[in-house]
């Protein structure tokens, strides 16, 4: 499972699922910080930074980001953050 995630509320709404589901982070890029990241990664997610930052409520950047991450994730199943 992958977690495409655009907003800190969003992070938060599935952090516990993330952590025991060890899934997928693909985040934007400015979302957490460096220590976080390193946390994450510690306990065993993998984490993602989108190229570039995703407006949360923007549609059309939000299917672009998708369209990505489906290139380059490692899972066909994406839940994806929806504002």
Known sequence: ?????????GYDSI????????ASLWLNPELLQ??????LTAQGIDVQLLPESVK???EKAMLAALDY???????????VEYL
């Open 56 to 58: 949360p409520g923007d």
């Open 15 to 22: 952090q516990a699922a993330l952590l025991e589901q060890q």
């Open 34 to 39: 460096p220590d976080e990241i390193t946390q």
């Open 69 to 79: 991450v489906e290139q380059h994730g490692n899972d066909p199943d994406i839940m």
């Open 1 to 9: 499972m992958i977690y495409l995630i655009f907003s800190r509320e």
